[in-house]
Each structure stands twice: as structure tokens, then as C-alpha cells.
């Protein structure tokens, strides 16, 4: 399996994850995302021609006490039906936090992943190491229906040496 990021000219019509937003979006709007208003970029989990996944990530930020500070923020992923339970999402989550390792050290400056973690996926998460964190209190976390979830590079690196 190959992980990197989507192509133009890759056909996603065909993806199905069994979650229908996900899927839209892969389909209808990663491309323009990427390509035309550069909001994101989608990397993909690609095995013999066939998408067996994506990730898409975007530049954020974590409001700290004192200051604001950088983050890759995992905006959407998933894995397709027929790819599930074979470590593709584990693969897309590794290759996202070697991401960050490598903008926190060689490129702009990052201190970790930021996901907003549906309900269904936040045991997935907190697997790997990520955090809850409390949503910023206002008129949004009455109404916010994932939980925000955190990884720090330093343990991204602790992981990576225990291996």
C-alpha cells in the first residue's frame, strides 16, 4: 500500500466508506479543495490502482492559555467498506503524524494533530494517543457534535522510537 497525496486526475466516484458525508465529500469536493482553493489536501491510501482511503489535513491552530499555536488539523478521513479492518485508517493516521514530525522540525513549525472526533470514532483515536479537549465555551460548543481531540509531536516521536 502507497500513501500519497491525491492526483487530479484520480477517479474517487466509485469510493464508498458507508458513511455518505465522507463519501460526497471525497468525491464532489477534495478535489476542488485542493486544487482550486487550496483549503486542504487529501493523501490517499492507494493498493494495486484502487483508493482504499483518504485523510485530508489543513493548517490550524490550538488556542493555548497564552497564545495561539500550530497544528495539522485531520479534517476528514476514512477508510472504503471493503478496505475496513485491514489497518488502512491506522496507516492514514501514521502517515498524518509523521506529517507534523516533519513540520515541526524541518518546515514551518507544528506541535501536533488536531481532530474533531465523532462519537463513533473517538476510541479509535484515543487509541493512538489523542487527547479530548473542551471545546471553546459560547454559542458553537452547545451545538458541537464532535469532540476535539490532540496528539503532541513529542509523543508522535516517543511512539515512533518504542517501535
Known amino acids: 500500500m502507497e500513501i500519497r497525496v491525491l492526483r ?5 466516484s466509485g469510493f464508498s466508506s458507508g458513511n455518505i458525508e465522507l463519501d460526497r465529500f471525497f468525491q ?10 487550496q483549503l486542504g489536501v487529501t493523501h490517499v491510501a492507494i493498493e494495486r490502482g484502487q483508493i ?17 499555536v500550530p497544528v495539522i488539523r485531520l479534517s476528514r478521513m476514512a477508510v472504503a467498506s471493503r478496505a475496513q479492518g485491514r489497518g488502512v485508517g491506522a ?4 502517515h498524518v503524524n509523521l506529517l507534523a514530525v516533519e513540520l515541526s ?18 476510541d479509535f483515536y484515543a487509541r493512538y494517543g489523542f487527547i479530548e479537549l473542551e471545546p471553546e465555551a459560547g ?3 452547545a451545538h458541537f457534535q464532535a469532540t476535539p481531540m490532540f496528539l503532541g509531536v513529542q509523543r508522535i516521536r516517543a511512539a515512533r522510537t518504542s517501535h
Request: hydrophobic share 45%; net charge positive; aromatic share 8%.
Open 8 to 12: 487530479p486526475s484520480e477517479d474517487r
Open 28 to 37: 464532489r469536493f477534495a478535489g476542488q479543495n485542493q486544487f482550486r482553493v
Open 52 to 68: 482504499l482511503g483518504f485523510a485530508t489535513v489543513s493548517a490550524a491552530q490550538v488556542k493555548l492559555p497564552a497564545y495561539p
Open 91 to 94: 496507516a492514514l493516521l501514521r
Open 105 to 122: 522540525t524541518e518546515k514551518i513549525g507544528c506541535v501536533g494533530v488536531l481532530v474533531d472526533a465523532k462519537s463513533d470514532a473517538r
Open 139 to 141: 454559542e458553537l460548543a
